[in-house]
């Protein structure tokens, strides 16, 4: 059989990293081939080389390189894909290309990037999965915290990520609607509620069930709480690797406090959401289910409805937190007293993260620095 191009899209908030980093570790099979620019994932390297403007790129932006270090950057970055998908197609391969920007690319950015694989005579298949727009918000609201934000801001940076019906016709003007596969986000739906493994059964892949990860996904709204006062207090340390690692640390500590899911009132979504409500029939029929978009129905009880809720710690989250950071318990004052206290005692986790999470965190960073070494060699 011919070789092919499977363009994995995301969409943004849908497991994309969970997928991505079962194919890089575990995808060890010659007809299958997963590239990433020497990373878990292609999203970086891939707006670097296709956006209209990269100006915006973080490694001008953030560290400082010169235009011609980005220039001679694209170029080596460019050589390595197209040797990538030179190997496709002299050996009748799949490879898969994972890049989540592809969701929010612009008609000619999309197209700079298919031309450049057509040049390769790969025919390209596009899989999206697509999420509730109230599920999106709530997942990224979460991540927007997660990653250091801090203040109470529920609407996205960029509304293009949920405007679905644009978002569909601009991947279906460029790839044709028969190459586009839209796939509804609806974990309860997927063995044993992992995205990583429908993927896999989906497209066929000869991936060991012991090789699925399954990166740290949403918090409960306990450990929301918990991290949204962290945030409040203590400025996220950015930028080095001992940070990137103590932050990703945290989150996994976290999410091991269960509870019920963050769930934001329908006064905050509504003025969001009803604008798009006209386009459910259509997303409905290309995702062929229907689509569910229930944020009205929801219990005004069980809601987020502003900051101060934010801060509103249960018991059984406080009594939690004192025993895995082994600090005192937390005597409750005004607001900002216990958010303070709260604070220090995730402080305390972040900074004394459990010897086994540092070793597998280094050893993935060890497999990702060889592979890397392998590749350039």
Not at 359 to 375: E, G, M, S
Request: hydrophobic share 40%; charged share 25%; glycine share 4%.
């Amino acid at each position: 059989m011919a070789g092919d191009v499977i363009l994995h899209v995301g969409m943004p908030r849908t497991g994309a990293s969970s997928i991505q980093e079962s194919l890089y570790y575990g995808l060890d099979n010659p007809e299958t081939l997963y590239f990433s620019f020497d990373e878990t994932k292609a999203t970086a390297t891939v707006n670097a080389l296709f956006a209209t403007d990269p100006s915006d790129d973080p490694r001008l932006r953030m560290l400082g390189w010169s235009p011609e270090r980005f220039t001679e950057f694209q170029r080596t970055a460019e050589q390595k894909l197209w040797n990538a998908l030179s190997v496709a197609t002299s050996t009748h391969s799949t490879l898969y290309l994972s890049a989540e920007n592809c969701w929010v690319m612009q008609a000619a950015e999309l197209q700079s990037l298919k031309k450049f694989i057509d040049a390769a005579r790969l025919p390209i298949r596009v899989i999206a999965y697509v999420r509730p727009r109230h599920d999106w918000l709530e997942s990224r609201f979460q991540e927007y915290i997660a990653r250091g934000g801090r203040s109470f801001r529920v609407v996205p940076a960029r509304m293009d990520v949920i405007n679905y019906a644009e978002r569909i016709h601009t991947l279906e003007q460029v790839f044709g609607q028969g190459m586009v596969e839209l796939v509804p986000y609806a974990p309860h739906l997927f063995p044993g509620q992992c995205v990583v493994r429908h993927f896999r059964a989906r497209q066929q892949l000869d991936l060991p069930m012991e090789s699925i990860r399954r990166t740290p996904g949403s918090l409960s709204l306990p450990a929301f709480r918990l991290l949204y006062a962290y945030r409040q207090q203590v400025p996220q340390r950015r930028g080095s690797r001992s940070a990137v690692m103590q932050n990703e640390l945290l989150l996994k500590q976290l999410s091991a406090l269960p509870g019920a899911p963050l769930r934001l009132h329908p006064d905050l979504v509504a003025p969001i959401l009803e604008p798009l409500q006209d386009q459910l029939p259509l997303v409905s029929d290309r995702v062929g289910l229907q689509f569910p978009e229930t944020w009205g129905e929801r219990s005004e009880a069980d809601c987020v409805r502003s900051e101060q809720d934010l801060l509103n710690f249960c018991e059984e989250s406080l009594d939690w937190l004192c025993q895995v950071s082994r600090m005192p318990q937390i005597r409750r004052g005004s607001a900002e007293q216990t958010a303070q206290q709260v604070a220090e005692r995730v402080e305390r986790l972040r900074s004394a993260i459990p010897l086994s999470m540092t070793i597998q965190w280094n050893l993935d960073a060890t497999k990702r620095f060889l592979r890397r070494v392998a590749q350039n060699l």
